[in-house]
């Protein structure tokens, strides 16, 4: 009888996790060869120094469309010895409204020397770090880099010149000032990118939207 109570309750917790995930999208460790997840808003190491808002337990998660499209990446560099590595997928728009509410607390700089040391953070919605509306909340937007996935640097990132959500010039996609290995290795990323339906953001050179994306209107909140 316990068991059949266990099983019961399982069933109930499948089907609950299930229902969270609206029907035209999928989860991200569906992709094979896998990707690796580093959803750096779900711990402190980001812009924000703190877990945001809608980050707790975040859903993994992105439109059926860009599962593909990633699925498809993930095999042309397989066959090279790399992967790719995803920072973030959907956002919730809570999430969104998180970094507006952080903006405007002018006085907390706790990240500025990591993350916008070059910029006051008054300015970053002007300048189109942050924005009341993210193309994240759509469900077909990723922040990726590429890793290796040979034994040896198996999860290594290679350089791009700047990390992730860094705010400034370095990490605009023709910034000039890197080494060449590093403008190789950013030129790799976007042409594996936009050659399979994604385009890419001019200020950031990790953030891709998929061309075709099936909710190009509609901001989630799940």
Known sequence: MKKFILFLFFLFLNGCNSSNIPPGFSKIESIEPPILLDIRYSGSDNFLGRTVVGYENPKNVLTNETIKALTKIQKILSKNGLGLKLFDGYRP??????????????????????????????????????????????????????VYTDSI???????????????????????????????????????????????????????????NEPYPHTYFDF
Do not use: C
Not at 107 to 118: F, H, I, M, W
């Open 153 to 211: 640097n198996y999860g290594k990132e290679l350089d791009m010149g700047s990390g992730w959500d860094f705010f400034g010039n370095k990490s605009w996609i023709d910034y000039d000032s890197i080494t060449d290995l590093q403008k190789n290795n950013r030129n790799y990323l976007q042409a594996i990118m936009n050659q399979n339906g994604f385009k890419s953001y001019s200020k950031e050179w990790w953030h891709f939207t998929l061309i």
């Open 93 to 146: 728009q809570k999430s969104v409204n998180n970094f507006v509410e952080w903006s405007k607390e002018i006085s907390d700089t706790l990240t500025k020397e990591k993350y916008y040391p070059d910029e006051k953070k008054d300015s970053l919605f002007f300048k189109g770090y942050v924005a009341e509306k993210s193309g994240h909340s759509r469900g077909s937007t990723v922040d990726v880099t590429l």
